[in-house]
Nanobody
Framework: QVQLVESGGGLVQPGGSLTLSCEVS????????MAWYRQEPGKQRDLVAR???????NYSDVVKGRFTISRGNFGNTVSLQMTSLDAEDTAVYYC???????????WGQGTQVTVSS
């Protein structure tokens, strides 16, 4: 059974930083496409960052230069380091995994990030 469990969300002031973590079980992070998405109330879920099996990273234009996606060196995890946060980054952030061999996708339950003073 594949499980993705996010942690690290919370309230942060504008200009602050936060790191989200996704603990993965059932599939290997290093042989999967991993990504972070976010969703604001009433809006569609948008891609924030993605890391491919070969290590290539892609970012949405609105977070490029501020967010960094990476795989854990020791654990089966993927993280999202977020800096220079502003109110527009407020959303529920979801961890996503794509098992490219079995052609299946998986989602975490989401973690709330709120940027406010």
């Amino acid at each position: 059974q594949v499980q993705l469990v996010e942690s690290g969300g919370g309230l942060v002031q504008p200009g602050g930083s936060l790191t989200l973590s996704c603990e993965v079980s059932g599939i290997r992070v290093r042989t999967s496409t991993m990504a972070w998405y976010r969703q604001e109330p009433g809006k569609q879920r948008d891609l924030v960052a993605r890391i491919l099996r070969n290590g290539t990273r892609n970012y949405s234009d609105v977070v490029k230069g501020r967010f960094t996606i990476s795989r854990g060196n020791f654990g089966n995890t993927v993280s999202l380091q977020m800096t220079s946060l502003d109110a527009e980054d407020t959303a529920v952030y979801y961890c996503y995994a794509e098992d490219t061999i079995r052609e299946r996708t998986y989602w975490g339950q989401g973690t709330q990030v709120t940027v406010s003073s």
